[in-house]
């Protein structure tokens, strides 16, 4: 951390001031002080305190402007709700008040909006979807309509292998990334429903074509854009390796659609020096949310590569200290909540997704070895190689134990033990859902 702390400035400066370099060096200077007293003081402890007092606020009434973001309710719950898991909370109490918020959003066509009266969108079905999964409960699950929900997915997969976000919308990485986490979680067929624009024979899936479609994905830079031919993001990557990692092992399928080298080295050029956190852009700022967009890349790509580290684990490909440091020191806000830069305000987005990329900091994830073939009695057998993390405490000097967080799932966002409750309760065992008697199935039609 010392050595951090003497990096006055970035290792290359070009002369020529532009527009990026001038905010680049202002942003700097504005975490710099926040830096330094970490060095000379210690790190500021994680005020747990504040954050979640901020947290219970923002799930209560909120203020006028906020009717901006109408169409983000799903969001909001679902960005408030893993936070506050993340700090310990107890968020089952929330299960009644998400129910009863998140059902005048379902659509009699499948999918939610992110309203009453908004259309069905990805995004907004895939953050009610880890809401109701994340605060529990088999009433939970069960006043989702499956059916309309594969059937309106259906509506969503295109035929060069990607997905739109809404019936007639854009078509991108997320879109996908949002369905198959749905697909997987909510153990729907995987299977394409007949009526689907982009059906053309018999054993079409949602998986066909997908692979490559993220392939196309990547650009000359190594990173993941959006849809083919656009600008490498760090959040398009997330959510095109967690894509990949739901329909098979990382191991295999990074390796053989995408130019892993190439994207290790965009990846690690994401993190900024001196600040220690990450951009999610080439030649754009720091933001707390990349810690989670970025940093939450990593234990994915690691996944993928052979063991070089001690006990087994990889050898780092980022600055944990460092990415510690910047959250630490520069993403809380002094009343409680976390946020992009010292120049910025908290809000649910930026707490939910620093908190996440702290989490990841803290701990190491581990793609179980695939057993044999998991045998099934019909063709909805389901994506296993989603469900075989496990994650554990990282080992690290000087840390505190009064600022771990709990741990996440590195590919669905949510608590592992959420995955494991809805996976078994799918499966037709005895779960804190409520006890099953045999496989829940549905019928394709």
Not at 28 to 50: I, N, Q
Not at 78 to 90: F, I, K, V
Not at 354 to 369: E, F
Request: charged share 20%.
């Amino acid at each position: 951390m010392a050595e951090m702390a003497e990096m006055a400035e970035p290792p290359l400066c070009d002369s020529l001031v532009t527009e990026t370099s001038r905010l680049q060096h202002e942003t700097v200077e504005a975490c710099r002080p926040w830096l330094a007293r970490a060095t000379e003081d210690g790190l500021p402890p994680l005020a747990r305190a504040k954050h979640i007092a901020y947290l219970k606020a923002c799930l209560g009434l909120l203020p006028a402007p906020y009717v901006l973001a109408d169409a983000s309710r799903p969001w909001l719950l679902y960005w408030a709700l893993t936070a506050l898991y993340l700090l310990g909370e107890d968020v089952s109490m929330y299960a009644d008040r998400v129910m009863s918020t998140v059902r005048p959003m379902q659509n009699p066509d499948g999918g939610f909006g992110g309203g009453h009266g908004q259309i069905s969108h990805g995004a907004a079905s895939y953050a009610v979807v880890l809401s109701l999964i994340t605060v529990g409960g088999e009433e939970a699950v069960r006043m989702i309509d499956r059916r309309q929900l594969w059937r309106w997915l259906g509506q969503l997969k295109q035929a060069d292998g990607g997905f739109c976000l809404s019936v007639g919308g854009e078509e991108d990485v997320r879109g996908a990334y949002c369905a198959m986490v749905i697909i997987s979680l909510l153990a729907l067929p995987l299977a394409l429903p007949e009526h689907a624009p982009a059906w053309r024979r018999p054993g079409d899936t949602f998986v066909t074509g997908l692979p490559e479609y993220l392939s196309r994905c990547q650009t000359f830079e190594g990173g993941i854009s959006g849809s083919p031919e656009t600008e490498a993001h760090g959040a398009y990557a997330f959510c095109a390796l967690a894509c990949l990692s739901i329909i098979g092992d990382p191991a295999d399928l990074f390796h053989r659609f995408l130019d892993l080298p190439a994207l290790i080295a965009w990846l690690s050029a994401r993190q900024n020096a001196p600040e220690g956190g990450f951009a999610g852009r080439t030649n754009k700022l720091v933001d707390g949310c990349y810690s989670h967009w970025v940093g939450g890349c990593w234990p994915l790509v690691e996944a993928a590569l052979p063991p070089s580290g001690r006990e087994g684990d990889p050898a780092d490909l980022f600055s944990r200290e460092g990415l510690v440091r910047y959250i630490l020191s520069c993403c809380q806000a002094e009343r409680g909540g976390l946020r992009d830069k010292p120049t910025k305000r908290p809000d649910t987005y930026h707490s939910c997704y620093v908190l996440a990329g702290l989490s990841a900091a803290q701990h190491r994830c581990h793609l179980a070895v695939r057993s044999a073939p998991e045998a099934d009695d019909d063709d909805d057998r389901h994506l296993p190689d989603a469900f075989r993390w496990t994650v554990v405490p990282a080992p690290a000097e000087d840390s505190r134990s009064s600022d771990q967080l709990a741990p996440l799932h590195p590919v669905f966002v949510i608590p592992p033990s959420a995955v494991d409750r809805v996976r078994r309760y799918f499966a037709g065992g005895s779960t804190a859902m409520g006890r099953g008697s045999g496989r829940r199935r549905m019928a394709m039609r």
